[in-house]
């Protein structure tokens, strides 16, 4: 059997993985703006809703949905009509309250999202294989497809796996255009270049890398000057053309039904508490414009981001809530998140990167001649450089999710240092040690897998076990990493099995749950029950309380949060995110 059609397999198996973990979901946070907000710009070419977040993956999901002939009642309401990016109630009532299959719909927008993750594998492949062989190919390929993290949100209506195969696509092209600089790979990179930047505004960081990589480049030839000169020109070409030949064009039909005086009225209010008024002045400033508007809604959505990542989100992390980001937390929650077999992988693979390092004479000739021979590798320790530096900046603390655009080069690097090291150790002939490694290799893959299937289908709530797992991850940190309101669907499941006709219900999540549980639950929230005493007063002979773990941890304040129920064990764990208890006199 061909490494292709191994690989074929494998993405295969991912796939079915995929698309039955997440069958008995509910719409996630964020899936209620995005399916919303994508449906819009299919329908009405406006791009009023959601415009924080780049076009390409909400696109998908609103092509999908307009074969289900769905009912338009949405667009009759105030969250259309009046409201200024009204973009979750509006998302909310298209699902839920206009009288469509919400359970339909939402599968029809989740499955075209499978198409990023089979692209970024292929690409993950390929270039793996390209690199290394075959072999180091289907390792990458294995790790990535088997990643409870990469599966998990594989399958959701965000921009965090487009934003990974972003990358994958954008740095691809370019360092190919770099290594062969003629005009057909210009259009090649130009066009992945501006592909990218229209699945995460995060990806605008690919400006600079290029450049640096342009440097770098240029910094390996004979005449450095003019070199670094040309390539650098060159590279302000890729990134021109990207902007104007991909991302113009495309936000010029997302915009081509938004009146320009709301689009002016809506940015202002958007960037009215921007703080560098210089840049948000001007982009109000061409807000109405013709022609030009439609870049400039790029502009508002990037600043938007911005903004959101200096605001920082009230979050729980280690015993702490803070709306302040911690520096340690992400290389924190991506070694909890990351499968213990994985960790064993990367070990193996410092140790042959070491080996190789120790062989390498310092000397500026030699370090440019090490460059010029493993740009690539180069280039991608340079993406992760760059990227977990401005994701650790940033005062934004709500998910391993965002490191996502980083996991291809993670996979492509582990896996190429991984066969390098067992050719080595092959070539000198040792053959007991060689099998011997083979044998820990095989293993730690054995268990990787395991612990892939082990956790199906509440791939979300994956935590390793030094975490306690997935069930007990929720004690370091919650939110996106453990609870994004996808068990509402579960809850009521459980709740009519139990024949159980009223629960309190405290739901981190966008979804709507009357949908799911119909009349059987109340609403309540941290703070109204301080003891069991007050619940009983209004549940007399006593009742179930379901609470999501993200308000559960939340202890900000002792006295109005869930720290009561601690004394009570939970009679039920709905999918890992939402404990319930039974409460009785």
Do not use: C
């Not at 340690?328 to 064993?344: D, H, S």
């Not at 340079?382 to 998910?399: P, R």
């Amino acid at each position: 059997m061909t490494s292709k059609s191994i690989a074929g397999i494998l993405i295969a198996s991912a796939l079915v993985l995929a698309i039955l973990s997440v069958w008995n979901d509910s719409p996630i946070v964020d899936e209620i703006p995005h399916i919303g907000a994508g449906y819009s710009y299919i329908q009405k070419s406006d791009y009023r809703l959601n415009p924080e977040h780049p076009p390409l993956a909400k696109d998908l999901a609103g092509i999908a949905l307009s074969f289900l002939n769905l009912k338009q009642s949405a667009f009759n309401t105030t969250y259309w009509n009046q409201d200024i990016n009204g973009q979750w109630n509006f998302g909310r009532n298209l699902i839920f309250g206009s009288g469509n299959d919400a359970i339909l719909l939402y599968h029809a927008a989740k499955l075209p999202m499978l198409l990023f993750f089979i692209l970024s594998a292929i690409i993950i492949f390929h270039w793996t294989r390209k690199l290394y062989g075959d072999k180091a190919g289907l390792l990458a390929l294995f790790l990535f497809a088997f990643s409870p993290t990469v599966l998990a949100h594989s399958r959701f209506v965000t921009t965090d796996i487009p934003a990974l195969f972003g990358v994958l696509l954008g740095t691809y092209f370019f360092i190919n255009f770099l290594e062969h600089q003629n005009r057909e790979n210009f259009v090649y990179a130009f066009l992945a270049f501006g592909i990218a930047q229209l699945t995460k505004f995060s990806l605008f960081l690919l400006n600079p890398f290029f450049i640096i990589l342009a440097i770098a480049w240029g910094l390996t030839m004979k005449d450095r000057l003019s070199s670094i000169i040309k390539t650098v020109a060159l590279t302000a070409g890729v990134i021109i053309a990207g902007y104007l030949l991909v991302v113009w064009p495309v936000y010029g039909l997302h915009t081509m039904n938004y009146p320009p005086a709301r689009q002016k009225a809506d940015t202002n209010y958007l960037l009215g508490s921007y703080g560098n008024r210089l840049i948000a002045d001007r982009i109000v400033e061409f807000s109405d414009k013709p022609y030009i508007r439609a870049l400039d809604h790029y502009g508002l959505g990037v600043l938007m981001v911005t903004q959101r990542s200096a605001g920082g989100n009230v979050t729980y992390f280690l015993g702490e809530v803070s709306k302040n980001a911690w520096k340690k937390y992400f290389p924190i929650v991506y070694f909890l998140k990351e499968p213990l077999p994985f960790w064993g992988l990367v070990i193996i693979a410092l140790v042959a990167i070491i080996t190789q390092v120790k062989s390498l004479k310092f000397k500026v000739k030699s370090i440019n001649n090490w460059i010029r021979a493993h740009f690539t590798e180069f280039a991608m320790l340079i993406w992760l450089a760059i990227y977990w530096y401005s994701s650790i900046k940033a005062n934004l603390n709500i998910g391993v999710r965002h490191l996502l655009p980083t996991y291809g080069f993670v996979y492509i690097l582990i896996s190429g240092q991984i066969v390098v090291l067992g050719r080595r150790i092959s070539n000198e002939r040792k053959h007991k040690a060689h099998a011997f490694y083979d044998g820990i290799i095989y293993g730690l893959l054995l268990w990787y897998l395991v612990e892939n299937l082990m956790v199906f289908p509440y791939y979300l709530t994956y935590f390793n076990e030094t975490a306690g797992g997935p069930k007990g991850g929720y004690k370091y940190v919650v939110d996106s990493n453990v609870d994004w309101g996808q068990d509402a669907k579960r809850l009521a499941d459980w709740v009519n099995v139990n024949n159980i006709q009223k629960i309190s219900l405290d739901y981190f999540g966008w979804a709507d749950a009357g949908y799911y549980l119909g009349n059987k639950y109340v609403w309540i929230s941290a703070g109204k029950y301080k003891n069991a005493r007050e619940f009983l007063v209004d549940n007399h002979g006593g009742g179930y309380i379901a609470v999501s773990k993200t308000f559960y941890m939340n202890r900000e304040n002792p006295e109005t949060s869930y720290g009561w129920l601690d004394s009570y064990k939970p009679v039920a764990d709905i999918g890992n995110s939402i404990f319930v208890w039974k409460i009785t006199k």
